[in-house]
T-cell receptor, first 112, second 114 residues
Framework: GENVEQHPSTLSVQEGDSAVIKCTYS??????FPWYKQELGKGPQLIID?????GEKKDQRIAVTLNKTAKHFSLHITETQPEDSAVYFC???????????FGKGTHLIIQP | NAGVMQNPRHLVRRRGQEARLRCSPM?????VYWYRQLPEEGLKFMVY????????ESGMPKERFSAEFPKEGPSILRIQQVVRGDSAAYFC????????????FGPGTRLTVT
């Protein structure tokens, strides 16, 4: 089955700086890679996703890159703000109606 | 509220009791997924259902756990004879149809077994 590794487990950055979270996956059949943001006591919120036919996707301050050959994908957050503080999860699936396989999460801390 | 709804938000059960968790998908969505999140862990897929059908239950424990999504009403995750190790947050997600990749999550049910 699929295995997703996520690094780092904790990331502390100064407000205004950029943050990068990296994930690797094992199953070459995976073709869908979403990122979720989870705040304390809440459910995961889909913030951006990418499919295997695309190498990069941007949405305002958030971007995701995918390297299919190396089987890794990354989340980039620029100009970080206090409200970006949360736990971020990457996930992978072979798309369609399959269940997602999640990484263990990154606790992002934005220092004022 | 057009989002995924789950209830109860918090559930306390004693060892040996039954827990029933409910999930109503987003309007227009016909696919439901259940995930379990242990403290400081990522989410683990449990089961995927469509109306009246279990499509994939590869992540469900073989005993004590069951799920259904009837023609009418919410999806139910049922845990019989709960044990302390069942304490976790249980999240439901929904998607529009089989060809839709995006899954949207509810707020979760936090189960505590005493």
């Amino acid at each position: 089955g699929e295995n997703v590794e996520q690094h780092p487990s904790t990331l502390s950055v100064q407000e205004g700086d950029s943050a990068v979270i990296k994930c690797t996956y094992s199953d070459s059949a995976s073709n869908y890679f979403p990122w979720y943001k989870q705040e304390l006591g809440k459910g995961p919120q889909l913030i951006i996703d990418i499919r295997s036919n695309v190498g990069e996707k941007k949405d305002q301050r958030i971007a995701v890159t995918l390297n299919k050959t190396a089987k890794h994908f990354s989340l980039h957050i620029t100009e970080t703000q206090p409200e970006d503080s949360a736990v971020y999860f990457c996930a992978a699936s072979s798309g369609g109606a399959d269940g997602l396989t999640f990484g263990k999460g990154t606790h992002l801390i934005i220092q004022p | 509220n057009a989002g995924v709804m789950q209830n109860p938000r918090h559930l306390v059960r004693r060892r040996g009791q039954e827990a029933r968790l409910r999930c109503s998908p987003m309007k227009g969505h016909s696919h439901v997924y259940w995930y379990r999140q242990l403290p400081e862990e990522g989410l683990k897929f449990m089961v995927y259902l469509q109306k009246e059908n279990i499509i994939d239950e590869s992540g469900m424990p073989k005993e004590r756990f069951s799920a259904e999504f009837p023609k009418e009403g919410p999806s139910i995750l049922r845990i019989q004879q709960v044990v302390r190790g069942d304490s976790a947050a249980y999240f439901c997600a929904s998607s529009r149809d089989r060809g839709t990749y995006e899954q949207y999550f509810g707020p979760g049910t936090r189960l505590t077994v005493t």
